[in-house]
């Protein structure tokens, strides 16, 4: 039964975590922003662009399977300007277009949206995990204390 119930912070924290760090983001909630000198680093596990003392990244997920990291870089380096579809006080882009690429913002949503659905999973799975932990305990302790329950055997 308390190995159930410790599963209770950490469902308190996953569930803090799920709702400030990942809240849900629509096309409605992103803005288009327009940057003129860029400098960017494609490596395999992220996109950084650059612009002044702004940085702005990306997950892979972001770009492949539809675009290779040699287009993408082809593209920053023969744009004049880039376009990027960002959220307020966030760093992750959203979308971009650079030249004859666009990334739809919808692309970056539906990567940005599936880690908030692994915390999901994981919330549901703690939540479940401990309450049938605490749900075997409780009938294990009314088990042992009904008249006639041996507790050598």
Same mark, same amino acid.
């Given at each position: ?7 209770? %912070?950490?469902?308190?924290? &996953? ?6 760090? #990942? %809240? ?6 992103? +803005?288009?922003?327009?940057? *003129? !000198?860029?400098? #960017?680093?494609?490596? %395999? ?5 650059? +612009?002044?003392?702004?940085?702005? =990244? /990306?997950?892979?997920? #972001?770009? $492949? ?6 287009? &993408?870089?082809?593209?920053? !380096? ?9 959220? *307020? ?7 971009? *277009? ?15 949206? +599936? =880690?908030?659905?692994?915390? +999901?999973?994981?919330?549901?799975? #703690? ?13 294990? $302790?009314? $088990? /042992? ?9």
């Amino acid at each position: 039964m308390i190995g159930g119930a410790a599963c209770i %912070p950490i469902v308190l924290g &996953l569930l803090y975590a799920y709702i400030h760090y #990942f %809240p849900a983001v629509t096309e409605a909630d992103l +803005s288009r922003v327009r940057l *003129e !000198k860029i400098r #960017f680093r494609i490596t %395999p596990d992220d996109l950084t662009i650059a +612009s002044g003392d702004e940085r702005y =990244n /990306a997950l892979p997920r #972001f770009w $492949r399977p539809g675009t290779t990291d040699g287009d &993408l870089a082809h593209a920053l !380096k023969s744009s004049h300007g880039i376009t990027l579809w960002l959220r *307020e006080g966030d760093p992750r882009i959203y979308g971009l *277009e650079a030249g004859s690429l666009t990334i739809a913002p919808s692309a970056g949503i539906a990567a940005y949206m +599936s =880690n908030r659905r692994a915390l +999901s999973w994981l919330i549901y799975g #703690f939540s479940g995990g401990g309450a049938t932990a605490v749900g075997w305990g409780l009938w294990l $302790r009314h $088990r /042992a204390q009904r008249p006639g329950w041996d507790r050598r055997a």
